[in-house]
């Protein structure tokens, strides 16, 4: 099997114009870690990952001041979530544009195995000539490879 002949077509994807709440919203809606971040031409231009949104609710130092803050009570120290810069942020600031994955459409399942193995992601995009076309997870090769071989029947 080929990425194309698994990946999901429908997955959403970003403007770097899109707020920070419309990633938010879209990322749990439909349970993804990641979304890719597209320009005019729908090239893959960078990625928002869960973390980049959990990243905002730690204080303004980020995470290395975390540590030092063990001792205060859990609610404390948090920033504002509420506040206008951060309502202001849009994803184009706060991609990261080296860190995601990507492969080809006529790659093969399995190198897309690899590629989200060796790479610790849970999915990567799929592109035809550069230009996004899907996505493809863990769990639909679970499904569609894996489970089938073993007997066993699973929805994605």
């Not at 990641?34 to 303004?60: M, Q």
């Amino acid at each position: 099997m080929i990425a194309r002949e698994l990946m999901d077509t429908e997955a959403p994807t970003l403007s770097l114009e899109d707020t920070i709440q419309l990633a938010a919203e879209l990322l749990t809606d439909r349970r993804h870690s990641d979304l890719p971040v597209l320009d005019a031409d729908g090239r893959i231009i960078g990625a928002v990952f869960e973390e980049d949104l959990l990243a905002l609710a730690l204080p303004a130092g980020g995470a290395p001041d975390v540590a030092r803050l063990s001792y205060l009570p859990r609610c404390y120290g948090l920033r504002d979530l509420a506040n206008e810069k951060l309502r202001g942020l849009r994803v184009g600031d706060i991609m990261r544009t080296d860190e995601f994955l990507s492969i080809e459409e006529d790659e093969l399942a399995a190198q897309a195995t690899l590629l989200m193995m060796r790479g610790h992601q849970p999915q990567l995009f799929v592109t035809r000539d550069g230009r996004y076309v899907g996505r493809l997870g863990r769990k639909t090769i679970i499904s569609q490879l894996i489970n089938p071989t073993l007997g066993v029947a699973c929805h994605p």
